[in-house]
């Protein structure tokens, strides 16, 4: 790991953190994973989708449409710039107080809660051209469960993503199009699912010596290595058979085709393989007048991999507007909602909550997220 230095601000005697520190401190992620937990492993979300239940494929009419399906950027004319595209992701209030500590008071020390926590940052400046997506960017996610050490085990996965991702989309019809994208990732990751006991004797250190500081204890066990991650989408749009009748539309993706594998750079060992998986969806979208439309939309994600069927079902509804959005779903069995507001030409904010299931069943222990994208640009999409 690269070494974190403090800066001080001469001028007034306060700390200051560094760019360098700042950017670890939020993309080493975490993702707990309880011993014979079903807990599915997210691709990259983004806010307006997990607000309608992160059912997107058949929609991705925006520009994260490189990494849900990118098929979608068939449907693009125009030229779009995100010049600003971040988000944030927390659990709770004392999640952002340490972030807040972290960045601005360098108290790195109690950026972890040694019981349980959640957190996130993306980072992604982005051009869309007709038929074309560029996206620059650093992505974390994630969630980790010490419980300050008193359990059984500890169950971590963590990873922090820097890359570069190109998708285009080809349209073979006014009814169907292909898209394909591939990107070039830089992973740091953290992988542990050891006894306490076990990991307090690899670190040589006491629980309590953990429990203050698990930021810097943990990071022994970081790996870092490089991949090509490639995905692709179809999109299938039934013909209207009035201007008054809603648009139909079908899509299908695969992710990590053929399954993507790391080579390790330096660390303990390298990030994890990533299996293929394929996903599926439906839109139903109303125009109600120029400007508004209702999307009804809904996916079956991760097929064929032996997942309870009510754990893949993602459902999703939004009311958009050209200045605002309303937005409402189902996602691992948990409602969600979101909205955001959108000032032409240069601005949109989208806030969300959704939740994932991190026991064996539907309904058994839920973790909740709270999202928020700031994006600012040259005509966002």
């Avoid at 749009?237 to 299908?252: E, H, M, Y």
């Avoid at 080579?263 to 007048?289: D, I, R, W």
């Amino acid at each position: 790991m690269i070494p974190i230095k403090r800066i001080e601000d001469t001028s007034s005697g306060t700390p200051l953190v560094s760019n360098m520190k700042i950017a670890i401190s939020f993309f080493v992620l975490l993702i707990s994973l309880n011993a014979g937990a079903t807990l599915l492993r997210p691709s990259y979300e983004f806010s307006r989708a997990t607000g309608m239940g992160n059912a997107f494929i058949a929609l991705a009419d925006d520009a994260t449409s490189v990494f849900y399906n990118p098929a979608a950027l068939a449907k693009n004319k125009t030229f779009h710039l995100h010049v600003l595209d971040g988000q944030l992701l927390v659990d709770g209030m004392d999640t952002l107080s340490r972030i807040h500590q972290a960045v601005f008071d360098g108290k790195t020390d109690s950026f972890i809660n040694s019981n349980k926590q959640s957190l996130g940052l993306g980072l992604k400046p982005t051009l869309i051209t007709p038929y074309f997506g560029l996206s620059v960017y650093n992505q974390g996610f994630g969630l980790f469960e010490l419980n300050s050490l008193q359990g059984t085990n500890v169950d971590v996965f963590a990873y922090n993503d820097i890359g570069v991702a190109l998708a285009f989309g080809i349209p073979f019809s006014d009814y169907f199009s292909f898209g394909f994208g591939i990107r070039a990732v830089q992973r740091s990751s953290i992988e542990l699912n050891k006894a306490v006991g076990d990991l307090l004797a690899e670190l040589g250190m006491d629980s309590s010596t953990v429990n203050s500081d698990p930021w810097t204890a943990l990071q022994k066990y970081t790996g870092v290595g490089y991949g090509f991650p490639m995905n692709a989408g179809v999109l299938l749009t039934l013909p209207q058979v009035t201007k008054s009748s809603p648009l139909i539309r079908f899509a299908g993706t695969i992710e990590n085709i053929g399954g993507t594998s790391f080579q390790k750079v330096s660390g303990t060992s390298a990030p994890s393989h990533l299996e293929a998986s394929y996903h599926f969806g439906t839109l139903l979208q109303y125009s109600l007048n120029k400007e508004s439309v209702l999307n009804i939309t809904a996916d079956l994600k991760n097929q064929f991999q032996g997942i309870l069927f009510l754990k893949t079902l993602h459902l999703g509804t939004e009311f958009r507007h050209k200045y605002f959005g309303l937005r409402a779903g189902l996602s691992e069995g948990y409602a969600t909602y979101g909205l955001s507001l959108e000032f032409p030409p240069h601005t949109k904010l989208h806030f969300s909550s959704y939740a994932k299931e991190l026991g064996e069943k539907l309904w058994e222990k839920e973790e909740r997220f709270y999202q928020i994208q700031l994006i600012v640009g040259f005509n966002p999409w």
